[in-house]
């Protein structure tokens, strides 16, 4: 059973627009979250992360929010640019122990 | 240079023959991982080692044995591979504290016929 679900498998967004990628879990224990980005080729790399006591963090175009009461969280970025086209994946974590869980991943294609 | 190496890169085996892909971190990190990822699956985590010595499952661990005998290595065992273990697999490391400074490596394609 998936703890942590990414509906979306790929979005296509404009270049300057918004691009809005959700995440939602079952768990509530999980009391820290992650999104990492991926390029082909490469491993993923570390892009924001929240703690369950707070519902927003911000990293520059990078925003990412928390909905414990939903158990949802999502990434916003603003403005998008093409270099941002990547696979995004959230990932969630109890306690931050030695356990991480991934969400399945959204596709993000930045269109000029 | 940070980071993590993976070894072979590339690896074509077949069903039964046991293998082993190795993982290295020269960053002193304590936390070590394996993961796999498959499409539409995401990333799921195989194994993990908080220290030497010390390591514990993670969500898909059947048919996978590591050991942390150092520090540094981490090395993945598929004892009798099957084709349901095709797949790319990554190891990362970490040091005590947050996933935020976590090392993926670049990642071993693996087929299994």
């Known amino acids: 059973d998936q703890q942590v679900k990414q509906n979306s498998p790929s979005l296509s967004v404009q270049e300057g627009r918004i691009s809005i990628l959700n995440c939602d879990y079952t768990?509530?224990?999980?009391?820290?979250f992650l999104w990492y980005k991926k390029y082909p080729a490469e491993g993923p790399t570390f892009l924001i992360s929240?703690?369950?006591?707070?519902d927003k963090n911000e990293d520059g175009r990078f925003t990412v929010f928390l909905n414990k009461s939903a158990k949802h969280l999502s990434l916003h970025i603003v403005p998008s640019q093409p270099g941002d086209s990547a696979v995004y994946f959230c990932a969630a974590s109890e306690n931050q122990g030695g356990k991480l869980i991934f969400g399945q991943g959204t596709e993000l294609s930045v269109k000029p | 240079e940070a980071q993590v190496t993976q070894n072979p890169r590339y690896l074509i085996t077949v069903t039964g023959k046991k293998l082993t892909v190795t993982c290295s971190q020269n960053m002193n990190h304590e936390y070590m991982s394996w993961y796999r990822q498959d499409p539409g699956l995401g990333l799921r985590q195989i194994y993990y080692s908080m220290n030497v010595e010390v390591t514990d499952k993670g969500d898909v661990p059947e048919g996978y044995k590591v050991s942390r005998k150092e520090k540094r290595n981490f090395p993945l065992i598929l004892e009798s591979p099957s084709p349901n273990q095709t797949s790319l697999y990554f190891c990362a490391s970490r040091p005590h504290g947050g996933f935020e400074t976590q090392y993926f490596g670049p990642g071993t394609r693996l087929l299994v016929l």
């Open positions: 929240i703690s369950s006591i707070k």
């Open positions: 768990n509530s224990m999980f009391d820290y």
